[in-house]
């Protein structure tokens, strides 16, 4: 290989009209580079600094996603190092987010994973060059890369477990300088284990939970909370009311990635709960041309297929687009029980600018089929029935059908090296409708006892939310400042109506799958009962946070909000309205980052959070919000240049003014109890992670947490756990690794999700805990075609799901099963 020497001229002699635009190397000079790199001109980028940063020594470095190009500019300018390449070399091509206490080769590294391009020293400046092939002996200095990704890597080229950097808090960050808990759910360990939904996707991640709702929906939680409200691309949308959170489900093949974000969330979402934050960041065009075709066969005649493909859509690149087509059809392990979903997303990314980018999108999801709604009814004790898990409560004309439509709407700016802003919206259109059969009840020792449950819903929603930020960076008095600035504006409304009756007398080793299917009209007649009900739930709020280096190790980071909240709930059947209401509620956040090495820092955060309530007191008074607080101390680590991720974290969290029954007023709030807000509430616990490359070729995902939640002031559950479906103990883990040498075509994954008993509904009887183990085999046919299979459950554990368990029965969790994946990549 051809060897050119470049000399370059140190940034601190270059002249101030040169330091203020990019530096090109006279067109004499170059004349023979120029030849050998088939005419095209290398340039130089560099920018005046005061002094360059030594090779070895690390500095603190933020430098947004963007084009490559501009990447090394930013770094040039932020470190005063000179770095040289030619354009066509980064043309097309862009960089990942690096923050953190880095070395200018580190940061440089960083920039250039998976670009096939390198960085090499060169005195104190840095040429970026080809990365040689295995057969090119030329001698280069050594430089660590962190290559594409293995075989099997994602559309989005990613090929690891570990995440570089999170977008949850306004803007890119690396995890290490987030002073609070956060994973992230990669698209490798999304497509390795084949979760196909948010539910499953939460019980694979550190922490969290995802149970069955009372509907055939779910309820995610962390740290003994549910999260109320979930994020698309950092847009925050209210999710968990009960029509909704109950009742309908989220895919993921829109999606790229999800970041869990554990603890309180009030500065990024407002009003919530404290168990945190999940924010689904979906895919983009890509600047290159894919496309990949996925089909799926599995147990139970599960069948799917995928089409995912996305590129530049012009000449230079400017405009990109990205298109999945997911259909999936199955039965399940339950009699009757089938499922057809269609999902559909598309999405163009446009360069106004270099400096300025929009992006549109919009999906589309219609899931039809035979629901199995509740489980099976228990004995008293809250022992199962010796029936299979294969029994089905339901009739064979249980039938229901969930659309969503999604519509995403975003602009970027960068306005210089060390300003950005971007402005996201979102319109989120649901209908769930159902007609169904279920059984409730306590089982008697005969089988009698139980009810046929018959049911009409039909529940309607719109969202719409938007969300504006700007972050930047500046010197004052001889500190580094970081600061974002921004508000956001969510819109929940509802119309809500279901129909049921309670048939007594069945008998549940009888079960009638046969009986007369109702209709809305038939079951009013029947003496059913109504609910008409509509929600319309708004939240505006301002928010800002510093980031300030006290010192070269150790930062410091303040933050508030200030939020607005009104909620309008109607009764149409009995004219009942209430109202709540809270204006200007502040909710501060600040913790401390101290960098012990480039590598690891020590961190401690404190967060707020308030709920409103709607229950009222004997005097006919709303009550105050619930208010908490969420203390945090931890370290983490970030390690083989970012392919390694660590944490370890301390945490607990006092909630206090919780509604309780106020038993000394009688009843005298509509025949009941009113409310007091006296109730206290703690959650605690240790959580440690460890995600990204572990060892050559093997990469992990392990998680593990231990969590208590108990009533700390309640007139009826005093001393009693809080949280009666988080496990104490919980392991996440998932391993994938691919083997060395002639059998490098082949990879292995094996993952297991265990947990601690958790409690029934009423906290009457314990539901054991469970350890589930799961394998996988993948076979690299060809570079463009690999076979895949997932075998779940591999040991066949009878277990039930933590959740409702006794007021929707016992569900049980699916048994040994299997998903074949053929998966076609062409070159283009």
């Known amino acids: 290989m051809s060897k050119t020497t470049l000399r370059f001229r140190s940034p601190s002699h270059a002249s ?23 005419a095209m001109p290398l340039a130089v980028h ?75 020293r060169q005195g104190e400046a840095m040429v970026i060059k080809a990365t040689p092939s295995a057969s090119d002996t030329s001698t280069l200095p050594t430089v660590t890369v962190t290559a594409q990704g293995e075989r099997n890597a994602t559309s989005e080229g990613s090929g690891s477990l570990a995440a570089s950097a999170v977008s949850i808090n306004k803007g890119d960050q690396a995890l290490k300088d987030i002073p609070q808990s956060i994973s992230v759910i990669t698209r490798k360990q999304l497509d390795e284990q084949g979760i196909s939904d948010l539910r499953d996707a939460m019980n694979a991640a550190t922490g969290t939970m995802g149970v069955k709702g009372v509907g055939q929906g779910m309820v995610l939680s962390s740290r003994g909370f549910q999260i109320d409200a979930w994020q698309y691309d950092g847009v925050a949308i209210p999710r968990n009311h009960y029509s909704l959170g109950n009742w309908s489900a989220e895919g993921m093949a829109f999606y ?31 600047r290159e041309k894919t496309v990949t075709v996925t089909a799926r066969a599995g147990s139970w005649d599960r069948y799917g297929l995928q089409l995912d493909a996305g590129g530049p859509l012009n000449e230079d690149g400017s405009l990109r687009g990205r298109l999945v087509v997911d259909e999936a059809r199955g039965h399940s392990f339950v009699d009757y029980v089938n499922e057809r979903t269609r999902s559909l997303y598309a999405a163009l990314d446009y360069d106004i600018s270099p400096d300025t980018t929009v992006g549109f999108g919009v999906s589309q999801l219609d899931s039809k089929g035979r629901p199995f709604i509740m489980g099976l009814p228990l004995y008293a004790d809250g022992s199962m029935t010796d029936l299979p898990r294969s029994t089905y409560t339901g ?30 919206a979102l319109h989120v259109s649901e209908q769930n409708a159902s007609l169904h059969q279920r059984m409730t009840g306590t089982v008697a020792a005969g089988g009698g006892d139980v009810t046929y449950d018959d049911w009409y819903t039909d529940f309607d929603l ?92 150790l930062t410091a980071i303040v933050g508030a909000r200030t939020s607005w909240y009104d909620s309008l709930y109607t009764n149409a059947v009995t004219d009942e309205r209430q109202v709540t209401s809270t204006s200007g509620e502040i909710t501060p956040y600040a913790g401390l980052v101290y960098a012990l090495t480039p590598e690891w820092s020590l961190y401690g955060s404190y967060t707020s959070v308030f709920e409103p309530q709607s229950e009222r007191t004997v ?65 605690q616990g240790v959580e440690a992670e460890v995600s990204g490359e572990v060892a050559r070729d093997l990469q992990a995902m392990v998680g593990y947490t231990f969590n208590t939640s108990k009533f700390l002031n309640d007139p009826t559950n005093q001393g009693q756990v809080f949280s009666t479906w988080t496990p104490k103990h919980m392991l996440r883990a998932w391993l994938s690794y691919q083997l060395p040498g002639d059998w490098n075509r082949l990879s292995v994954g094996a993952g297991v999700v265990a947990q601690s008993h958790t409690l029934s509904y009423d906290r009457s009887f314990k539901v054991a805990g469970s350890t589930i183990t799961s394998l996988r085999l993948a076979y690299q046919a060809t570079p463009e075609v690999s076979v895949a299979l997932n075998v779940n459950n591999l040991f066949d554990k009878h277990y039930l799901q933590p959740g409702y368990v006794g007021y929707t029965g016992g569900i049980y969790g699916d048994p040994r099963n299997a998903m074949l994946t053929l998966k076609y990549t062409p070159k283009l």
């Open 46 to 120: 560099a920018q005046a600094a005061p002094s360059a940063t030594p090779a070895g020594q690390a500095s603190s470095l933020s430098i947004a996603a963007q084009p490559l190009g501009s990447a090394l500019q930013a770094l040039s300018a932020a470190t005063g190092v000179s770095i040289g390449f030619a354009p066509a070399l980064v043309e097309g091509k862009t960089a990942p987010a690096v923050s953190g206490m880095l070395t200018p080769q580190q940061a440089a590294d960083r920039l250039l994973a998976g670009s096939g391009l390198m960085a090499v």
């Open 395 to 424: 009739s064979d004309w249980n039938r229901s059908n969930v659309k969503q439509t999604t519509v995403y709407a975003d602009l970027n700016h960068r306005i210089n090296n060390d300003w950005k802003f971007k402005v996201s």
């Open 462 to 553: 719109k969202k719409v939310a938007f969300d504006a930020f700007v972050n930047g960076r500046f010197d004052l008095a001889g500190f580094r400042n970081d600061v974002t600035v921004g508000a956001n504006y969510s819109k929940y409304r509802s119309n809500d109506v279901y129909a049921r009756t309670f048939t007594s007398g069945a008998d549940i080793f009888n079960i009638d799958h046969h009986r007369p299917e109702p209709t809305l009209d038939s079951l009013l007649a029947a003496g059913g009962r109504q609910w008409k009900s509509a929600y319309d739930v708004r939240q505006k709020g301002i928010y800002g946070s510093l980031r300030t280096r006290l010192t070269e190790p």
């Open 256 to 286: 790229d990635r999800i970041e869990v974000l554990r603890g309180a969330s009030g500065l990024l979402q407002g009003t919530g709960s404290p168990g945190g934050a999940v924010n689904l960041v979906r895919k983009r065009g890509q």
């Open 16 to 38: 101030a009209a040169s330091a203020a635009k990019i530096a090109r190397f006279h067109p004499a000079p170059l004349a023979l580079a120029a030849a050998l790199a088939l």
């Open 619 to 683: 005097d006919g008074k709303v009550l105050d919000p619930i208010t908490g607080t969420n203390y945090e101390l931890g370290i983490k680590g970030e390690l083989m240049n970012g392919k390694l991720n660590t944490s370890l974290a301390l945490f607990r969290y006092n909630h206090k003014n919780r509604a309780v029954n106020d038993l000394a007023s009688g009843y005298a709030c509509d025949g009941w109890y009113c409310s007091t807000s006296s109730g206290k509430v703690r959650s």
